[in-house]
């Protein structure tokens, strides 16, 4: 199983950026998917989920309306959109598999993260 983030970067604030997770070594469209950011000297933050199915999706109150989380399971990619970043979106963002139906504390593999920096 391996998740590999990349699309990370300097964005200046009100900028844009799109993270991309290529996933291999399972059945991709099997697993609820989540990203998760790490700011620095901070604890993990959830930020956004989809479900393997229907492409249900939640976001966290401090992103919604400013991210877009989706995915490709056919070429097996979790992306998430992040449009009018903010200086506090600054952080490690991680991707994640979950277990369908289960909480994001379920996720069982991650990626090694791709930094977020968002700085004028």
């Known amino acids: 199983v391996q998740l590999v983030e990349s699309g990370g970067g300097l964005v200046q604030p009100g900028g844009s950026l799109r993270l991309s997770c290529v996933a291999s070594?399972?059945?991709?469209?099997?697993?609820?998917a989540i990203w998760v950011r790490q700011a620095p000297g901070k604890g993990p933050e959830w930020v956004s989920c989809?479900?393997?199915?229907?492409?249900?999706?939640w976001f966290s109150d401090s992103v919604k309306g400013r991210f877009t989380i989706s995915r490709d399971n056919a070429k097996k990619i979790l992306y998430l959109q992040m449009n009018n970043v903010k200086p506090e979106d600054t952080a490690l963002y991680f991707c994640?598999?979950?277990?369908?139906?289960?909480?994001?504390?379920?996720?069982?593999?991650w990626g090694q993260g791709a930094q977020v920096t968002v700085s004028s």
């Open positions: 070594g399972f059945t991709f469209d099997n697993y609820d």
């Open positions: 989809i479900t393997w199915d229907y492409g249900y999706t």
């Open positions: 994640a598999r979950v277990p369908a139906g289960t909480g994001w504390v379920a996720a069982d593999y």
